[in-house]
């Protein structure tokens, strides 16, 4: 019995000692599970996720460690990566595309995109299959970079060669970007092979697609979820059963980004701007990366490089440049062309406010107007045109580089500031930039210019680069062109672009360059760019100002215009740079008609020529009291208005309205006309307020301007701004300017 009982105690000693054994087993298999992320018994399909924006040393070390993890495992037959990522810094997404290649030589590698794009896509591709939604991002092919700084030397620090510090020259740092570019498209050629459908100088543009048109050109192979990408790894691993397993990082280090600004993913990109770009990776870098164009909005980078010191004023000199309106140019930008015109004793003043400049005029050969942030107004434009048309130089020029234009110039009514005084020469910087994909050097935006025409700017010239340049519209003036493969940003089409314009107006010339930078430092010295601030040196230095014979007999008066029945003329139209003709036919004495490609207007006059009715395109406008025809002769000092109710008609329905006039003759000029012709004019300060209720809606235009008479001709021209309101809420704004073209009596 007692035998028996001390058996029993040894067999529960042992059955515990047993138990403890296999509780410290289960407890280090947990344990195990727990340091190991993946079991190492079963098949897998494993997940790993590349999201947000790869900056940061921190954050492609996880990544690079969860691709390791993903080789080394042999329990995980297949992989899936998420992808939802705007890319990074060039060598980073560089170090995760490589690590991807030797996952995929192992085990496939199948992609689901949430949003792919730059050095996001520049992942995906080293995958055997792409899945996307219909509505992913994808593509935005191309690379950003910060140029290398310009050196301002010490004496204390000291380095053994000019590049030294900065480690690249700024004219040639941009030929890297398209080195990078071409690994870029490589790397997509290589693994998409047959599959993509998109040329690569498409590819090169950086456009962003939807999932579904990815799907079309090739970017991608199929629309689907996770779980479709999951099961189209299982079924290329040839896996019938198998488990999901996400592959995490073995230690999670928070990124700087994370920590100040939360998780970066594409979708919330809206303050990762250049300058945490710049203090991350200072310049010169290059990231595959995108980055909304706010982004460059909010970066201080974006500044002009070297503010104007208002003291240079001091300098007085023959040469004005303006920057009263906020003018986007300095000593820094003109220094070489500062230093050719002082080899031809001709002095250089800067002026910082419209008085200043006005009262300089006088005496000043040639005005400078660059990249204006405000609006010239029609006081100062008639000044300015005034001192052209007796023998001054003006020169303007725009750059559509965000240095020059800043946020001021684009919340400005005018898109381009400076076309509030250009369009008074017949000239107009258009919208965008011009760039060339095929031809060009070191990065697209950069064109070459090699056509032109016959003129003293460009004698001698074969070959310019302008860099970001805008066309000029010019109705025939232009003296130099880009190549008819150029492209315009906003136009987006081809075309044979002038970037470089001629007026004469008067005795004076106004010569219109889209371009700023190629006059700067080392910019100047590509191909022919010197010899062509050398020519506008030597055109400045010779300016001689001539007063006009006209201006002997600016008084007098403006008699009743002799325009007999049968009388034709033809004027040019621009509304904000956009070129028209129309047609004024004088019918009879009670009738004229006005056509323009849309519309035609009847205009029908009282025995005394005031205007009471016009009809057009099934509307017709009754004026209570007709608007009377200017009281001639007119004199400098004459005033009159007119108030008046009117009725207008419009497919049937009658709207009600007001319109009052306001005009002044303010001096008396020669206008010389598209013709060849000179016409002396009366200048007349015009106002009209149109008041028409709509639908319970209270319509108001208010036009503002001057317009020019002559006895000979009539109207030979006006420039009115023109401004619409809807319950007194800004509606729309635009520059009305006619000239006349021809007259036929």
Same mark, same amino acid.
């Given at each position: 019995m007692l035998k028996l009982l001390k058996s029993a105690d040894e067999r529960r000693v042992i059955a515990a000692a047993l138990l403890a054994i296999v509780l410290i087993l289960l407890v280090g298999y947990a344990i195990y599970l727990r340091i190991s992320p993946v079991p190492s018994r079963r098949d897998f399909v494993g997940v790993i996720r590349i999201e947000g924006y790869i900056e940061e040393p921190s954050v492609v070390k996880r990544h690079l460690d969860v691709i390791s993890q993903a080789i080394s495992n042999n329990s995980i037959k297949a992989v899936v990566m998420v992808i939802d990522s705007g890319g990074g810094y060039a060598d980073y997404v560089e170090q995760i595309y490589f690590d991807l290649l030797a996952l995929k030589k192992s085990k496939p590698l199948v992609a689901s995109v949430v949003s792919a794009l730059s050095g996001g896509y520049y992942i995906?591709?080293?995958?055997?299959?792409?899945?996307?939604?219909?509505?992913?991002?994808?593509?935005?092919?191309?690379?950003?970079?910060?140029?290398?700084?310009?050196?301002?030397?010490?004496?204390i620090s000291i380095e053994t060669g000019a590049y030294k510090w900065t480690g690249f020259s700024q004219i040639l740092f941009p030929f890297n970007l398209s080195r990078a570019l071409d690994n870029f498209l490589s790397a997509i050629e290589k693994n998409r092979g047959d599959k993509l459908k998109i040329p690569q100088n498409h590819l090169r543009r950086a456009l962003i697609y939807l999932g579904v048109e990815a799907l079309n050109l090739g970017l991608i192979d199929e629309l689907g979820s996770l779980q479709s990408a999951i099961e189209k790894a299982a079924q290329i691993a040839n896996l019938s059963r198998y488990d999901v397993v996400e592959v995490k990082p073995r230690a999670m280090q928070e990124s700087l980004f994370q920590s100040e600004f939360g998780n970066y993913t594409s979708t919330n990109a809206g303050i990762l701007t250049m300058d945490m770009l710049n203090a991350l990776h200072p310049p010169p870098a290059i990231h595959y990366i995108y980055l909304p164009p706010e982004a460059l909005f909010l970066s201080s980078s974006s500044a002009s490089p070297v503010e104007f010191n208002a003291t240079l004023s001091a300098i007085r000199g023959n040469v004005i440049v303006d920057t009263s309106h906020r003018n986007q140019v300095s000593w820094w930008v003109l220094d070489k %062309?500062? /230093?050719?015109? $002082?080899?031809?004793?001709? +002095?250089v003043s800067f002026t910082y406010s419209w008085s200043d400049l006005h009262s300089r005029l006088e005496n000043a050969s040639a005005l400078i107007v660059a990249s204006p942030t405000i609006p010239y107004s029609t006081e100062e434009a008639d000044e300015i045109e005034k001192f052209v048309r007796k023998g001054g130089l003006l020169l303007l020029f725009f750059d559509p580089a965000w240095e020059y234009i800043g946020m001021e110039g684009l919340r400005s009514e005018i898109i381009a500031p400076v076309n509030s005084l250009s369009v008074r020469f017949g000239l107009s910087f258009a919208k965008g930039y011009l760039y060339n994909e095929d031809e060009y050097f070191g990065m697209y935006r950069n064109i070459y210019v090699r056509k032109f025409g016959n003129?003293?700017?460009?004698?001698?010239?074969?070959? %310019?680069? /302008?860099?970001? $340049?805008?066309?000029?519209? +010019?109705?025939?003036?232009g003296i130099a062109w880009a190549s008819n493969e150029t492209y315009s940003s906003v136009a987006e089409r081809a075309d044979e672009y002038a970037v470089i314009a001629a007026v004469e107006r008067g005795n004076g010339t106004v010569i219109a360059v889209g371009d700023l930078t190629f006059m700067m430092e080392p910019y100047c010295y590509v191909e022919d760019n010197y010899k062509l601030l050398v020519n506008m040196a030597s055109l400045i230095a010779n300016v001689s100002i001539k007063i006009p014979e006209e201006e002997e007999f600016l008084e007098g008066e403006i008699t009743r215009p002799d325009l007999p029945v049968g009388?034709?003329?033809?004027?040019?139209?621009?509304?904000?740079?956009?070129?028209?003709?129309?047609?004024?036919?004088?019918?009879?004495?009670?009738?004229?008609?006005?056509?323009?490609?849309?519309?035609k207007i009847h205009y029908y006059l009282t025995e005394d020529g005031a205007l009471e009715r016009w009809v057009s395109e099934g509307r017709e406008c009754i004026y209570e009291k007709p608007i009377p025809e200017p009281p001639y002769p007119l004199t400098i000092g004459k005033s009159w208005s007119h108030r008046s109710n009117f009725t207008l008609t419009f497919e049937g329905a009658e709207y009600f309205g007001e319109i009052i006039e306001k005009n002044h003759v303010k001096d008396f000029e020669s206008i010389i006309a598209e013709d060849g012709n000179t016409y002396f004019c009366a200048k007349i300060e015009y106002s009209r307020e149109e008041i028409t209720l709509v639908d319970e809606i209270v319509m108001k235009i208010n036009i503002t301007g001057n317009y020019w008479i002559s006895s000979e001709a009539g109207t030979v021209k006006q420039d009115f701004l023109i401004q619409y309101y809807m319950d007194d809420f800004p509606a729309g704004l635009e520059r009305d300017m006619i000239i006349l073209v021809s007259i036929k009596k």
């Open positions: 995906a591709v080293a995958a055997n299959y792409i899945f996307a939604h219909p509505t992913s991002m994808v593509g935005n092919v191309g690379v950003k970079a910060s140029m290398p700084p310009i050196l301002i030397p010490s004496e %062309l500062i /230093f050719e015109l $002082a080899k031809m004793n001709a +002095s003129h003293a700017l460009t004698r001698n010239l074969n070959s %310019l680069v /302008f860099f970001t $340049a805008a066309g000029i519209y +010019s109705a025939g003036k009388t034709e003329k033809i004027f040019r139209e621009r509304i904000d740079g956009n070129e028209f003709k129309f047609r004024w036919l004088k019918i009879s004495e009670r009738e004229i008609i006005v056509e323009r490609a849309d519309q």
